[in-house]
C-alpha cells in the first residue's frame, strides 16, 4: 500500500478567502460534483477540490491504498498547495467531501485533528456498506470496466426524476464514471472495504457537520445522525431533495449549510 498522489482543481481562485477543499464521490471527478456549487461558495471560499486517484485529473493508483492513506494524500496535496503559496499560510482551511470523499473527511478528523478549522461528511456514514460488498464490486470493476457500474449508479446517485430534469449535470457525473480508470475505482472500493471509524469519533476535536440526503439509499439520514451524536463537536442536516450527490443535486442548499457551519466555527 501506498499513499496516493492526489491532483487539486481549483474551482475558485482567491487567496484572501479561507480555502475549502473539496472531496469526490466514488465514480465521480470534482468539476460535474462540486462545479455547480461553486455559484453559492465564491463568495465565502476559496475553493480547492481534488480528484481520487484515476478519476478526473488524477493519475491511476499502481496499489491498493487504505482510506488512511487516501486522508494522508489530501495532506501531501495541501501542504504543496502552500508552499506553491495557492493557500495562504495561517489562512482558514475547511473541508468537505461526499461519499468516500466524507469518509475521508472523518478519517481526517480521526488522524489530523486540528489542521482544518470544520469539517463536513456530506451523503456519507462513519461505516459505508459492507466488506463483502465492497470487494465484489472490486473484482466486478476490475475486470469488466467502470460502465458496468452506470446504470446502477444512476438508480443510487440521484434523486427521483433529478436525470430528466438535470441531463447536463446527470450526464457530466456518469461520464466521469465510465472514464474512470477501472483498477483504481477497485482500489477504492478496497479502501471502502477496510473503513469503519464508528468507534473513533469520540476521540474527535473538530466541528463536524454531516449533511445527508432524505433520499439516500446508500447513506439515510440516520448515518448522519450516527455522526452527530458520537463525535464530540458533531451535528447532523438533512436535504430533503437530495440522494447520494447533495452538491451537484441541491448546490444552494449544500452550500448554504457549509457557509452556516464554517462561518460559526
Keep these: ?49 481534488w480528484d481520487l486517484p484515476g478519476h478526473g485529473e488524477s493519475k491511476p493508483s499502481t496499489e491498493a491504498f487504505s482510506l488512511g492513506e487516501l486522508a494522508s494524500g489530501v495532506i501531501a496535496m495541501i501542504d504543496a498547495l502552500r508552499a506553491d503559496d495557492v493557500i495562504t499560510e495561517g489562512s482558514k482551511l475547511y473541508y468537505a467531501g461526499v ?12 488522524d489530523y485533528p486540528g489542521v482544518f478549522d470544520g469539517i463536513s461528511s456530506i451523503c456519507s456514514a462513519a461505516k459505508i456498506g459492507t466488506p463483502e460488498g465492497w470487494t465484489e464490486r472490486a473484482e466486478l470493476v476490475a475486470k469488466a470496466g467502470t460502465p458496468t457500474m452506470v446504470a446502477g ?13 438535470n441531463p447536463v449535470v446527470s450526464t457530466d457525473l456518469l461520464h466521469s464514471l465510465q ?25 474527535t476535536t473538530d466541528p463536524i457537520i454531516a449533511i ?4 439516500d439509499q446508500v447513506c439515510p439520514p440516520a448515518d448522519a445522525q450516527f455522526i452527530a451524536e458520537h ?28 457557509v452556516d457551519f464554517f462561518t460559526s466555527n
Design 212 to 215: 445527508n440526503g432524505a433520499q
Design 99 to 110: 461519499s468516500v470523499g466524507g469518509a475521508t473527511a472523518l478519517q481526517l478528523a480521526v
Design 231 to 258: 463525535a464530540p463537536k458533531g451535528t447532523a442536516a438533512v436535504i430533503d431533495s437530495a440522494a447520494h450527490l447533495a452538491p451537484a443535486e441541491a448546490p444552494e442548499e449544500t452550500a448554504a449549510l457549509l
Design 153 to 165: 449508479s444512476a438508480q443510487r446517485w440521484f434523486a427521483p426524476g433529478f436525470i430528466e430534469k
Design 1 to 49: 500500500m501506498a499513499v496516493p498522489q492526489l491532483t487539486p482543481s481549483l474551482l475558485h481562485t482567491n487567496k484572501e478567502l479561507p480555502t475549502l477543499i473539496a472531496g469526490p464521490s466514488l465514480g465521480t471527478a470534482a468539476l460535474p460534483l462540486w462545479g455547480p456549487a461553486v455559484p453559492y461558495l465564491k463568495e465565502h471560499f476559496q475553493v480547492v477540490a
Design 179 to 203: 472514464d474512470a480508470d477501472r483498477f483504481a475505482y477497485a482500489h477504492a472500493c478496497g479502501a471502502l472495504a477496510g473503513f469503519d471509524v464508528r468507534e473513533q469519533l469520540a476521540s
